[in-house]
């Protein structure tokens, strides 16, 4: 038979994690097609090094390229995640875990959060019903159970991770499936005559040529926009947050399987702990705070000494017209940014490699494949869009210009009905595809003091002093679930400690 | 105490939506029924995943007289498989293999290979009998029957019918799609189940303008584009320059979309009756040799012999 294929030769510029994850994910998900993998990238050029702070989906991206997950949580000095705390959101003083994890157990189609409502509302918050809450709360972790029957069914986990060593792990395992790496510089792109990027010229004066080129060069876009000026759409309207300035420290205290999002004066701050350090960042609008001041809020706020000089990053919250362009796809930072307050950029590019080799034709037209890619990511950009916001606007603080800007601002209409859903029925809008269901949104709500007024009508039909007991019952098992399991830090040091040479890195 | 309520609408609408609103959301006895008379003896198709709220009534579908297990429903003339195309060979969809497999002389249309199987769940019944059973149901509960419309009631609009659409506006409407024709009747029950699982999770609401309703009102109105779409595709005039249907011809591939009713096999069957077939593969294809690829198409055509 002819091979007719669209796209042979795919070229990726940038090594960073975006560019090293998409070269491992097409390598493993469509090498057996025969399609020949090249990456670019320059040594000279820094990475960004997104997203210390993943999300559980993470792990079904390394499994499905065949990466040992205890190998890679010891090569990138991994904890675990358990979920996210926020800190004075709601309030100043309140604290909440957004947790990988349903609350309670399953029933009848109805969400929990209904029964605790009506049912146990006074009687301790909705969290004591959630594992991976109180595992977190107690650093504590094991895998969990692969019987749905069992408590340990209830959550999930990520990982807390250094992301400047995920790029160098992926390397080897793309490598070894088969991605051909060249080091330079790109001085110069070639443009064909219906306008498709043809090839890129390097410094050393080397020619890359490619069908298809996905564009990981970070913030710049050096295909996607500055080749074929796709153009970006600028959300600082609804997140102003548009600088972090990030710094690691020395450890304090117990190895915490959580991150945590602490807000600020004009923003928020995250703590990401890992085996080796903790990672600091401070986020915020450049409009209500000046880059000296956040840096020494940041400094002054760590829980251990500074192992680093302060990083700045300057950003533009947003994404690109359309992230697949002619035959350019933007992956990763230069195809739009979403501030990490859900740790969600790692699972951009996640999705972003997944939509592209689910449409990878080897034949036919390739605007439908782009139109299909575009609409699916651009589902996921505003959804995590939407939920990012929810963190900002449910909230009843005014003590600072930037919060009063925050409580002012207008609101997709399409939050503003969830909010007013939520508010009324105790009702979450949910949609099949794009991250963050009902347990995700229901921590923000509660946790951002969005009461709900009523809950589903159904949890009436049940019986009232046998729910209470089974729900009091409920909370003690996993209390005790909880207690029997062991430490975060035990269960990494017997797993997956990093090797000596990286743990004093 | 729950406000009244006037279901209006088709018999078997009509008792089904009773029948789930006293059995969720309201006191049966502050629930009247307004039959619209229907416009033809029709039938329904039910499908599998209404077991969960027929058992929730305490009914028992195989207990209506006349009901049948069948492989397809019918939708203006055409017939809709739930049972899925064909196999996926090593985690490609079949669709895939398929043109890959026509490249290498495979002969056979995708219908070859769709078992139609009645195993799949589908279930035939005479509306006047589900009509019987649901209201002896409604009936032992305590919902009554009624002739005219109290506009004082929350009005829920279960069906279409021209008695019924004098209704829309007043209260609820839980479809804008018309099934009261015997070409499209066979929908009839998929939409009306879909509209209730909303009814139920989002609540009665209030008034017509608060979170819960505008909530259900664009989940249903969601519910009408999808079916309307589904409908068109198949009628005289389809439109097959739709994302859908490109998507379909270009990527072999059905798009996902939040609140779909129909399953990968419905959309399948809709598209290639309107003249859509799969003209491109998924790279992975490529990498079957000609053998794999007739001995998959040959274990599949076994599996759907009366089509072959």
Known sequence: MVDTRLHQNVVILGGGTAGWMTAAGLASLLGSTGISVTLVESEAIGIVGVGEATLPHLRFFNQSIGINELEFMAATRATVKLGIEFVDWGRKGDSYIHPFGDYGLPNDGIGFHHFWRKFANGAGPICDYSLPVLMAREGKFA????????????????????????APFLRKHAEQRGVTRIEGRVVSVQRADNGDIASIGLESGETVAGDLFIDCSGFKGLLIEEALETGYEDWTQWLPCDRAVAVA??????????????????????????????????????????????????????????????????????????LWNRNCVAIGLSGGFLEPLESTSIYLIQQGITYLAELFQATGRVETAQN??????????????????????????DDTPFWRAMRAATLPDSLQEKIELFKTSGQVETYDHGLFLEPSWVAVYLGQRVTPDSYDPRVDQFPGQETRNRLAGLKTHMAKATAGLPSHADWIARNCPAPEDLAVA | ????????????????????????????????????????????????????????????????????????????????????????????????????????????????????????????????SYASALERIARGAGVKDGVEVDPEHLIINAGSSPEADAAKGAGIALSQNDFSAPATASLAAHRLHLGLKALIKCGLGDTSVDPQRLALT??????????????????PHPDTSSHRAQSWRDLGRVIPVDDDPFTAAEWIAALLHAGVTPQNYHSLSLRFSRDELMGHMDACAARSPLNV
């Open chain 1, 143 to 166: 895998p969990p159970s692969s019987d749905d029957r069992s408590v340990l069914s209830t959550y999930r986990f990520a990982y807390q991770m250094d992301a400047t060593a995920y």
């Open chain 2, 218 to 235: 664009r989940r249903l109105s969601s519910f009408d584009d999808h079916f309307d779409t589904f409908i068109a595709l198949l009628g």
């Open chain 1, 372 to 397: 299909e890619y575009n609409r699916m990511m651009d589902l996921e950009f505003d959804r995590i869009r939407d939920f990012l916001l929810l963190h900002y606007v449910a909230t009843e603080r």
């Open chain 2, 1 to 128: 105490m729950t406000n009244p309520i006037t279901v209006i609408g088709d018999p078997a609408s009509a008792w089904l939506t009773a029948c789930a609103l006293a059995r969720f959301l309201a006191e049966p006895d502050s629930i009247t029924v307004v039959e619209t008379a229907p416009a033809a003896p029709l039938q329904w198709v039910l499908r599998p995943d209404m077991e969960k709220l027929h058992r929730s009534l305490g009914l028992d579908i195989r207990q209506i007289p006349g009901g049948e297990p069948v492989g397809v429903y019918e939708v203006l003339g055409r017939e809709i498989p739930l049972s899925p195309f064909g196999a996926p060979l090593q985690g490609v969809a079949f669709q895939h293999v398929w043109v890959r497999a026509a490249e290498a002389g495979e002969t056979h249309s995708l219908w070859a290979f769709n078992a139609k199987s009645s195993s799949a769940g589908l279930c035939r019944v005479g509306t006047a």
């Open chain 1, 249 to 322: 420290c020395e450890h304090a205290g117990p190895l915490l399987p959580y991150t945590r999002a602490t807000a600020r004066e004009a923003g928020w701050q995250w703590r990401i702990p890992l085996q080796h350090r903790t990672g600091n960042g401070h986020v915020y609008c450049s409009a209500f705070l000046d880059d000296q001041d956040a840096e020494d809020r940041l400094v002054q706020s760590l829980e251990g000494r500074p192992i680093a000089q302060p990083r700045q990053l300057r950003f533009t919250t947003g994404k690109r017209r359309k």
